[in-house]
Nanobody
Framework: QVQLVESGGGLVQAGGSLRLSCTASGSTVSKYIVAMGWFRKTPGKEREFVAAIDWTGDKTNYAESTKGRFTISRDSAKITVYLQMNYLELEDTALYYC?????????????????WGQGTQVTVYS
């Protein structure tokens, strides 16, 4: 089993920045993780891909809407993935979820992830 806990969400003015963190734990976590990713969900919409990173080669993958503004990174020793979000827009308001995959490298699809965190809310205001 793998547990994921997100933190770092909050209220931020448009144009500002936030950094989300997600730490993984569990008895098999260090052997399990191949990639970790971030998704987000707003009311009435499907959960959508934001960014992903593989756990060994630093290969990253971004949604078109976040390229150039968001940066995903990892700290393997802390088993933590980060999402640095800059130039935030009103449309970035969402509940952000961290996810872990044991098979795929930097995958962009929901079904490629096995474990999910509870989410952290990001609200951008004008």
């Amino acid at each position: 089993q793998v547990q994921l806990v997100e933190s770092g969400g909050g209220l931020v003015q448009a144009g500002g920045s936030l950094r989300l963190s997600c730490t993984a734990s569990g008895s098999t976590v260090s052997k399990y993780i191949v990639a970790m990713g971030w998704f987000r969900k707003t009311p009435g919409k499907e959960r959508e891909f934001v960014a992903a990173i593989d756990w060994t080669g630093d290969k990253t993958n971004y949604a078109e809407s976040t390229k150039g503004r968001f940066t995903i990174s990892r700290d393997s020793a802390k088993i933590t993935v980060y999402l640095q979000m800059n130039y935030l827009e009103l449309e970035d308001t969402a509940l952000y979820y961290c996810a872990a995959s044991g098979i795929y490298a930097s995958p962009p699809h929901l079904y490629e992830y096995d474990y999910w965190g509870q989410g952290t809310q990001v609200t951008v205001y004008s």
